[in-house]
C-alpha cells in the first residue's frame, strides 16, 4: 500500500473569515484616523483664514477710518448676500483680501438672512472677546471674527455662546 498525501490547495472557509476580519478591523481603524485628520486640515485653514480676514479689516480700518457695515453690532455672516447684513465681503475683497475665504465646511452663501448656525466665519463690529464670551465694547475700531472649529484640541477653542443668544455657540476668535 501505498501512502499518498493529499495536498490541498487554497485556504479553508475559516482561514479566508479570519483574515477578512482582521482587514475590516485594520481598515475601520486607519478610517477613523483619516478623518480626524481632515478635521484638524480643515480647522487649520479655518485659522489661517481667520488670521487673513482680520488683517484685511484691520487694512480697511486703516483706510476708511470707520467700521465696516452701516453700523455697530453684529454682522453675522461673512459671506451673507443680505443687504442689511453690511455686506463685509464687498468691502474688503479685492482690495485688502484677493477672495474673502469661506469655511471649508461651508455649503456656500447663508440660506437666510438671520444669524443662523452653520460652517461660516462671522463678524462682530464693536466686540471684544473677554474670556469665554464676547461682548460690546461700543469701540468701533474693535472687532472679532469667529468661527467653530471642529477640534477641541486645538489651542485657543473655548466655547463661546452666541451674541444673538441662539441654541449655538462659536468656539475661536480672533480680532484686534
Not at 475590516?24 to 480626524?36: D, T
Not at 478635521?39 to 484685511?56: G, P, V
Not at 457695515?69 to 461673512?78: L, Q, R, S, V
Not at 472677546?129 to 471642529?150: A, H, M, Q
Request: a positive charge; charged letters at 10%.
Amino acid at each position: 500500500m501505498q501512502n499518498k498525501m493529499i495536498h490541498r490547495k487554497g485556504f479553508t472557509l475559516i482561514e479566508l473569515l479570519v483574515v477578512i476580519s482582521i482587514i475590516g478591523l485594520l481598515s475601520s481603524i486607519v478610517l477613523a484616523s483619516v478623518n480626524s485628520a481632515r478635521a484638524k486640515a480643515r480647522d487649520a485653514k479655518r485659522l489661517a483664514d481667520l488670521r487673513q480676514i482680520a488683517l484685511a479689516v484691520n487694512f480697511y480700518l486703516d483706510a476708511n477710518n470707520h467700521v465696516i457695515g452701516t453700523g455697530p453690532g453684529w454682522w453675522a455672516e461673512i459671506n451673507n448676500l443680505c443687504a442689511g447684513w453690511g455686506q463685509i465681503y464687498n468691502q474688503i475683497a479685492p482690495v485688502y483680501i484677493p477672495v474673502v475665504p469661506e469655511d471649508p465646511s461651508s455649503p456656500g452663501s447663508p440660506p437666510q438672512c438671520s444669524g443662523a448656525d452653520g460652517f461660516w466665519y462671522y463678524y462682530g463690529a464693536g466686540y471684544i472677546r473677554n474670556g469665554n464670551s464676547l461682548t460690546y465694547s461700543g469701540d468701533y475700531s474693535r472687532f472679532v471674527i469667529c468661527s467653530k472649529l471642529e477640534s477641541s484640541n486645538t489651542a485657543g477653542y473655548t466655547t463661546i455662546p452666541n451674541p444673538w443668544n441662539g441654541g449655538w455657540t462659536l468656539n475661536y476668535c480672533v480680532g484686534n
